[in-house]
């Protein structure tokens, strides 16, 4: 077991899909022991039987990120099943497409709400737990190369973004003394659902024509040529739930296939 995640007791959200799910699933195939969570327990199922198929240990979980409530029991499910909490993936995440002086309340609260919002109950709820136990675990959030970099007609998906990355380091320093890592992912282009809905938000405002073509145009910025799968998540993804990391925290690392250099 390369990674040493044998037994790591890891809580993932967004799960039940895209990148969640490919992560999910590469920690189970290390060993580790997952509460897949989404916003229904249902929804997880797929992933769930997919990883148990595998030889992997799984249970499934419906929680909206937003909801406190639904989050402390979420972990608590991590806790029952599992005897303690290792390592938290806040992953959810929504996007929307609207024209920068077109943004309103509803659409920055609904993205915030999601993004910012139910990354910080994630990272506290977990943290409380982890540091009941003693200390030690960790903590990884799902950025995007829109939190390092402003996207037009992304204004507050990029600023729910930038707040993952800020929460990532306000935390790391905070808990730093208590050996609690807290680090980021930002990927770049994935295939996922998520950018369908992007791809028809560029659509609806007519700002690309015909289906995909913002998904390539914005994937053909990657340096090594092609657009990201969600596989290409995974590596990194053990790496930071592993004791390989144990040393580095506060960091928003960019798998992006070189979109952003910074
Ligand atoms: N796809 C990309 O190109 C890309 C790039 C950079 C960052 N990201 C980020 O990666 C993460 C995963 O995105 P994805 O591409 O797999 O998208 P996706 O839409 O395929 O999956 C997102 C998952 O989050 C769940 N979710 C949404 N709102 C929720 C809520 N309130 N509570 C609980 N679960 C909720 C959805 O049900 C879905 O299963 C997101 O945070 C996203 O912002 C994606």
Redesign the pocket.
């Known amino acids: 077991m390369p990674y040493q995640l044998d037994g790591k007791s890891i809580v993932i959200?967004?799960?039940?899909?895209?990148?969640?799910?490919e992560i999910a699933k590469g920690l189970g195939a290390e060993g580790a022991r997952l509460v897949v969570?989404?916003?229904t327990a249902d929804?997880t199922k797929a992933v769930v039987e997919e990883i148990r198929a595998a030889g992997g240990t799984a249970i499934g979980v419906g929680?909206?990120?937003?909801d406190r409530a639904q989050v402390q029991a979420m972990i608590q499910a991590a806790v029952k099943e599992y005897g303690r909490l290792d390592a938290i993936f806040n992953?959810?995440?929504?996007?929307q497409v609207q024209p920068f002086l077109k943004i309103t309340e509803d659409d920055w609260h609904n993205v915030m709400?999601?993004?910012g919002l139910?990354v910080l109950i994630g990272m506290q709820e977990a943290i409380k737990v982890f540091l009941a136990q003693g200390g030690g675990g960790k903590v990884i959030n799902?950025?995007?190369?829109?939190g390092k970099q402003g996207y037009d007609p992304l204004a507050h998906?990029c600023a729910s973004?930038w707040a993952v990355v800020a929460l990532t380091q306000a935390a790391a320093r905070a808990f730093g003394k208590d050996k609690i890592n807290v680090n980021a992912i930002?990927?770049?282009?994935?295939?996922?659902?998520?950018?369908k809905?992007?791809d028809r938000g560029f659509q609806a405002h007519g700002l690309s024509e015909g289906e995909d073509t913002s998904f390539h145009d914005m994937a053909a910025q990657a340096v090594l040529g092609r657009p990201?799968t969600?596989t290409d998540l995974v590596g990194v993804a053990k790496f930071l739930a592993s004791p390989d990391s144990d040393f580095m925290t506060g960091q928003s690392l960019l798998v992006d296939g070189g979109m952003v250099f910074v």
């Open positions: 959200t967004g799960g039940a899909r895209g990148i969640g799910a969570a989404d916003l929804s929680a909206d990120v937003r992953n959810a995440g929504i996007a709400d999601v993004n139910g799902t950025a995007s190369i829109a998906y973004k930002c990927p770049g282009v994935v295939g996922t659902e998520m950018w809905v992007i990201s969600a």
